[in-house]
């Protein structure tokens, strides 16, 4: 990277349930340390091995709605039966000190985020290579009930009409590759003329 000052920006993948987006946003982020992780609020109970701050906020109904009324969520959306949520203070702070954020996030969300940070969100959607090996991923995973699998698969498709709101479309047939390809767009979004604050300073001291 460069040493001109620049402006943080929130990378946010989109996919379906089962098209990879989390394993490629596990990758990253342990891969790269200028990244990190935006961590939602959610209503739903902590499953077996999630810890409270580490991979989500849980808290009740009524701080939600608390969280909502005094504007501090980004953005929120209704997955199912639960509402996950993204706090707008960290987010804010880690863009203006030049850190960049990771979301993990549905379509709804996105459309939201990018609403209230214009020119901050660089979008990348992740689709299946087909709906059969979507829905052969979601039964190796062994996480849902046959009826819950249904279920997210009656959604793909809505889900996947949303990857034309992206900025850039990974098709997600060799996991390696996909993860190549969402490194390789972070790494250009980070050098967008745009991103860099600090940039005519720079030039400036170049004798431009």
């Given amino acids: 990277m460069s040493d001109i000052p620049r402006r943080g920006l929130c990378l946010v993948l989109v996919a379906p349930s089962g098209a990879g987006k989390s394993s490629i946003a596990r990758a990253l982020l342990a891969e790269d340390s200028l990244l990190s992780l935006s961590v939602s609020v959610t209503t739903r109970a902590a499953r077996p091995g999630e810890q409270d701050g580490a991979h989500y906020h849980f808290i009740d109904n009524a701080s939600f709605d608390a969280m909502i009324a005094s504007a501090a969520l980004l953005e929120w959306a209704r997955v199912y039966d639960d509402r996950y949520g993204t706090p707008a203070e960290p987010v804010r702070a880690a863009l203006d000190a030049g850190r960049d954020m990771l979301f993990d996030i549905d379509w709804q969300g996105a459309r939201q985020l990018r609403e209230r940070l214009p020119g901050d969100v660089v979008q990348l959607a992740i689709l299946p290579p087909s709906l059969a090996e979507l829905e052969r991923r979601l039964h190796a995973r062994g996480q849902d009930s046959p009826e819950r699998i249904a279920r997210r698969m009656e959604k793909a498709q809505a889900e996947i009409?949303?990857?034309?709101?992206?900025?850039?479309?990974?098709?997600?047939?060799?996991?390696?590759?996909?993860?190549?390809?969402?490194?390789?767009?972070?790494?250009?979004?980070?050098?967008?003329?745009?991103?860099?604050?600090?940039?005519?300073?720079?030039?400036?001291?170049?004798g431009a």
């Fill in 161 to 206: 009409a949303h990857c034309r709101d992206a900025d850039h479309v990974i098709v997600n047939c060799e996991f390696a590759v996909a993860l190549a390809d969402a490194r390789a767009i972070l790494r250009a979004a980070r050098l967008a003329r745009a991103r860099l604050s600090g940039l005519e300073d720079f030039v400036v001291r170049l």
